[in-house]
């Protein structure tokens, strides 16, 4: 079946604007991650939804980010007032819901969402 | 908590060739699982396997192999026959089996980046 996707694949934003980026999770899979990687912090984790649960919001840097996840299906993340500081690759992950094993519930990435804040 | 590390520096083999690339780990938690995945130049986390604490055989999947050896706390990955397409960066990653949530997010290494020479 298809991959995890996300939107947009590149963005330019300036300095002080809020963005919105977008990931589609795999079919079935009810658990979704977005973790950030940039060059100086590597891989990070930044927020965990399952189904219809609230989110661990634990991993977010600010309060300048947020997330949501409607219909338990697609999520988007939202940086507002965007900072030098926030440009990176946001990268989404999915995976079977908890409880079912670890193998089962290897997470899948989509190709991530490069982002350039001027 | 939990750390990854990989200190390899750019790695290079020869197509057809084997390589080792390394990661040892660090957590005090009794059960946990630990992942590779490559990340080719397009930016997608590509997962290639996994190995569980308690599993007893060492994972294998089609040419990749996971050397683990649990008291050194080490999981390297084993490429055989290596081909042009396996250039790309490689991450290392685990996480806790016994928790849910957010708990089962992925730490990373840093990263090993594999070119293959023809």
């Known amino acids: 079946g298809a991959g995890v996707s996300q939107s947009p694949s590149n963005k330019v934003t300036e300095k002080g604007k809020d963005v919105e980026l977008r990931c589609d999770p795999i079919?079935?899979?009810?658990?979704l991650y977005w973790y950030r990687q940039s060059l100086g912090q590597g891989l990070e984790f930044l927020i965990y939804?399952?189904?219809?649960?609230?989110?661990?919001k634990s991993g977010l840097p600010s309060d300048r980010f947020s997330a949501e996840r409607t219909g338990g299906s697609v999520s988007t993340l939202t940086i507002q007032r965007t900072q030098q500081e926030d440009s990176a690759v946001y990268l989404c992950?999915?995976?079977?819901?908890?409880?079912?094993?670890?193998?089962?519930?290897?997470?899948?990435f989509g190709p991530g969402t490069r982002l350039l804040v001027l | 908590a939990q750390k990854i590390t990989q200190t390899q520096p750019g790695m290079f083999v020869q197509e057809k060739e084997a390589v080792t690339l390394d990661c040892t780990y660090d957590?005090?938690?009794?059960?946990?699982?630990l992942f590779w995945y490559k990340q080719p130049s397009s930016g997608e986390m590509i997962f290639l396997i996994y190995q569980g604490s308690y599993d007893q055989q060492n994972a294998t999947e089609g040419r990749y192999s996971l050397n683990f050896q649990k008291a050194r706390k080490s999981a390297n990955l084993v490429i055989s026959a290596s081909q042009l397409g396996d250039s790309a960066m490689y991450f290392c990653a685990m996480r806790e089996l016994i928790r849910t949530g957010a708990n089962s997010k992925l730490t990373f290494g840093k990263g090993i980046t594999l070119s293959v020479r023809p």
């Open positions: 992950a999915s995976s079977h819901a908890l409880g079912g094993g670890v193998k089962q519930e290897t997470q899948y």
């Open positions: 079919s079935g899979h009810t658990a």
């Open positions: 957590t005090s938690d009794p059960s946990y699982g």
């Open positions: 939804f399952q189904g219809n649960s609230a989110p661990d």
